[in-house]
C-alpha cells in the first residue's frame, strides 16, 4: 500500500536501483506488471512499436486483451467515466494495487467515479471492461467452512523468469502456474484477501 512506504523506505530503493546489486525484480521490470502500464500498452500503435515488423503476433496478442481505458484528465478520460457511469456493470475500476480487494465494481465503482472525476487522483485508476468468465461448479474447501456445490470462476496467472544483464538478455522462460478460484458471489479478491482458493486446471 501507498502508506507502507515512508520517505526512508524510497531512499532504500533508490540506493538498490543504483547499485550493481541484482534486483528481483528491478523498478523496470516491477513497473512493467503495472496496471497503467498494461493500459498504455493497449493503446493503438504501441505493440507494433515494441513487435515491429510482425503483425501476427500483434494481432494474437491484441486478441487476448480486454478493454483498458486512461481515467487521465482530459476529454479521454472524460469520455471513459461518462461510459462507465452510463453502463457501470461493463467496467471495473482498479486502482494501483495488487492483492485482491481492491477494485470497485457497481454503484461502488459509480459512486467512486463521481467523487473523482473532477479530481486529478482520478489518474492513477484505470478503467477496465468487465471479464465475463462461464461459471462452473466446484467444491471450496476452506478450514472452518462447511463443503458445499457453488458456481465458481477461476482465473489462470501465468510465472516467467525473467533476467538480464543491462540490456543483455539471459533468460526469459515459463516456469509454472497459478489457479485461482472463487464462487461468483464474490465480485472481487484473491487467495490473500482471503475469497479465492488455490485450484489445479484440468485439461481437456
Not at 533508490?14 to 516491477?30: F, G
Not at 505493440?47 to 479521454?76: C, H, I, K, N, W
Not at 467515479?113 to 492513477?124: G, I, N, P, T, V
Amino acid at each position: 500500500m501507498p502508506r507502507q512506504y515512508s520517505l526512508q523506505n524510497w531512499e532504500a530503493r533508490l540506493l538498490l536501483e543504483r547499485s550493481r546489486a541484482a534486483k528481483c525484480p528491478d523498478i523496470a521490470t516491477q513497473l512493467a506488471g503495472t496496471k497503467k502500464v498494461q493500459q498504455e500498452l493497449s493503446r493503438p500503435g504501441m505493440l507494433e512499436m515494441l513487435l515491429p515488423g510482425q503483425p501476427e503476433a500483434v494481432a494474437r496478442l491484441r486478441a487476448t486483451f480486454a478493454g483498458l481505458y486512461s481515467l487521465d484528465v482530459g476529454e479521454e478520460g472524460d469520455q471513459a467515466i461518462a461510459e462507465a457511469l452510463a453502463a457501470p456493470s461493463r467496467f471495473v475500476l482498479k486502482p494501483q494495487r495488487e492483492g485482491g480487494g481492491n477494485n470497485l465494481y457497481g454503484e461502488e465503482m459509480v459512486q467512486a467515479l463521481k467523487q473523482l472525476k473532477d479530481s486529478e487522483e482520478r489518474a492513477s485508476y484505470i478503467l477496465m471492461e468487465k471479464i465475463e468468465p462461464e461459471p462452473f461448479e466446484n467444491c471450496l474447501l476452506r478450514p472452518g467452512s462447511p463443503a458445499r456445490v457453488v458456481q465458481c470462476i477461476s482465473e489462470l496467472g501465468i510465472f516467467g523468469v525473467y533476467v538480464r544483464q543491462e540490456k543483455t538478455l539471459v533468460m526469459n522462460k515459463h516456469v509454472g502456474h497459478l489457479l485461482r478460484t472463487k464462487a461468483i458471489e464474490h465480485a472481487d479478491g484473491g487467495v490473500a484477501a482471503g475469497v479465492a482458493v488455490l485450484d489445479n486446471p484440468y485439461p481437456v
